[in-house]
């Protein structure tokens, strides 16, 4: 099993006359040569200045898949001279990293440093997290782990504290242009396609470069004198599928986006956003249950019909299946980008929950309690209770929160949609409670 460490080529390396594939043939040599991360590798990026200061720390990469992270691992082992180790969470046990460890340390003593690039370091349960902290802290290995998922939520508070993240962006089309040139150079000819072909080539890698690379490969086997316009291009190849984990980072970054898109009221924004989580995989019924969410926690009683929209359509939905369904949730979607919004009974509400922890104890005021006893009359329960609908304008003004509470003010509707009539009760009753209770 130490083989499976070792930076030197393991029995089953292939010949040097083996076929590569072009992903591996154009894996850069330096990190000048990394496509798309400047934010990162530039002069005064983190990691531009941690090599200019001859101070590498031990570092985490956070990006989507096919944007450099294992590469650039295995360039900073070469540009510091250190060892280059490389193990996956997922085909690594205990006794696997101990082995990793042991190694690190003749090495160590032998005066030699290892960097340990961990790929999928996320994948780690805690206890196996742990295992890396004193290794890290003696200078045994320097550990460069890479992840698809936020590391705030997959790593340990104790190995995030000694390592630094760095974000690494997806490839934009100019980044991935630069890459398709690279390509045909080591190729020796152009891709058989036309200006727009290529651009649709380009957007089928949606920002991973080595999808890009594998694409390419597959165009470039293709015999044809031809150039091929994009519906050629789509007849022969499938479109890659988008990066969407209906459990992971870009589920819940998907969801923000659409719920901040319907709370910014904009109808096109939560449609694209809708239709995305719904090409990736996403259960409408899911949806159905955030939309329904939206129009409580977002619109509230500005329109008290937008909650009843979302629970007919979510009906509808489930009447009719898919992909009808999903068309009576986009209509709801629609209805509530363009709502009026208030969260005004929301934030009541919280504001409520605040105070009945704060006085959670306080029994209710006497005068509005029962009192179906003789023993519960003579405490006084009930006693000058005024009864609503006996009072001036169905109203008595009295105080319902608890003797030497102060009133609370909890709901503040706004002047927007329904709440605005709602607003004008909410004043119309302050101003009666005010003179009842004063005279």
């Known amino acids: 099993?130490?083989?499976?460490?070792?930076?030197?080529?393991?029995?089953?390396?292939?010949?040097?006359?083996?076929?590569?594939?072009?992903?591996?043939?154009?894996?850069?040599?330096?990190?000048?040569?990394?496509?798309?991360?400047?934010?990162?590798?530039?002069?005064?990026?983190?990691?531009?200045?941690?090599?200019?200061?001859?101070?590498?720390?031990?570092?985490?990469?956070?990006?989507?898949?096919?944007?450099?992270?294992?590469?650039?691992?295995?360039?900073?082992?070469?540009?510091?001279?250190?060892?280059?180790?490389?193990?996956?969470?997922?085909f690594t046990g205990v006794q696997d990293l101990r082995k990793v460890f042991d190694a690190a340390k003749m090495r160590r003593a032998n005066g030699h440093g290892t960097l340990l690039f961990v790929d999928e370091i996320h994948r780690f349960n805690r206890a196996q997290q742990d295992s890396f902290l004193p290794h890290m802290e003696d200078g045994t290995i320097l550990l460069v782990g890479a992840t698809t998922e936020n590391p705030s939520f997959e790593l340990n508070a104790a190995l995030l504290s000694r390592a630094q993240v760095l974000v690494l962006a997806r490839l934009d089309l100019a980044h991935l242009e630069l890459l398709a040139q690279r390509a045909e150079k080591e190729l020796g000819r152009a891709l058989p396609l036309s200006g727009p072909a290529r651009e649709r080539l380009l957007e089928m890698a949606d920002g991973d470069g080595r999808a890009l690379l594998n694409l390419i490969e597959q165009v470039a086997a293709w015999k044809t004198d031809a150039s091929l316009d994009p519906e050629a291009l789509a007849t022969r190849l499938m479109k890659r599928a988008a990066n969407y984990d209906k459990s992971g980072d870009a589920h819940y970054n998907l969801i923000s986006a659409l719920h901040k898109s319907v709370r910014g009221s904009d109808p096109d924004a939560a449609l694209y956003w809708f239709a995305r989580m719904l090409e990736g995989g996403e259960d409408p019924r899911y949806l159905a249950r955030r939309m329904t969410r939206m129009a409580v926690e977002d619109i509230g009683l500005?329109?008290?019909?937008?909650?009843?929209?979302?629970?007919?359509?979510?009906?509808?939905?489930?009447?009719?299946?898919?992909?009808?369904?999903?068309?009576?949730?986009?209509?709801?979607?629609?209805?509530?980008?363009?709502?009026?919004?208030?969260?005004?009974?929301?934030?009541?509400?919280?504001?409520?929950?605040?105070?009945?922890?704060?006085?959670?104890?306080?029994?209710?005021?006497?005068?509005?309690?029962?009192?179906?006893?003789?023993?519960?009359?003579?405490?006084?329960?009930?006693?000058?209770?005024?009864?609503?609908?006996?009072?001036?304008?169905?109203?008595?003004?009295?105080?319902?929160?608890?003797?030497?509470?102060?009133?609370?003010?909890?709901?503040?509707?706004?002047?927007?949609?329904?709440?605005?009539?709602?607003?004008?009760?909410?004043?119309?009753?302050?101003?009666?409670?005010?003179?009842?209770?004063?005279?």
Not at 47 to 54: E, I, K, P, R
Request: hydrophobic share 35%.
């Open 1 to 90: 099993m130490a083989d499976l460490f070792e930076p030197e080529s393991p029995p089953n390396t292939p010949a040097r006359d083996a076929p590569r594939p072009l992903a591996d043939r154009l894996r850069p040599r330096k990190l000048a040569e990394v496509i798309g991360q400047d934010q990162v590798l530039g002069p005064d990026g983190p990691l531009g200045v941690m090599l200019g200061s001859g101070s590498l720390s031990s570092l985490v990469f956070w990006g989507p898949p096919g944007v450099g992270k294992t590469t650039i691992a295995r360039l900073l082992a070469d540009e510091t001279d250190l060892t280059f180790v490389q193990i996956s969470a997922i």
């Open 302 to 439: 500005a329109d008290p019909a937008a909650q009843r929209h979302c629970l007919d359509a979510w009906a509808t939905y489930e009447r009719l299946g898919s992909p009808e369904g999903e068309l009576a949730l986009a209509q709801a979607l629609i209805y509530l980008a363009l709502a009026p919004k208030s969260n005004a009974a929301y934030s009541a509400y919280k504001a409520a929950r605040a105070a009945a922890k704060k006085t959670g104890s306080e029994p209710p005021p006497k005068h509005i309690l029962n009192a179906p006893t003789k023993l519960m009359a003579e405490q006084g329960y009930g006693a000058g209770y005024a009864y609503d609908h006996d009072a001036e304008d169905g109203f008595s003004g009295q105080d319902y929160f608890p003797e030497g509470m102060k009133h609370g003010v909890y709901y503040t509707p706004v002047e927007r949609g329904y709440e605005r009539e709602l607003k004008k009760r909410v004043d119309y009753f302050a101003r009666l409670r005010a003179k009842r209770q004063g005279g």
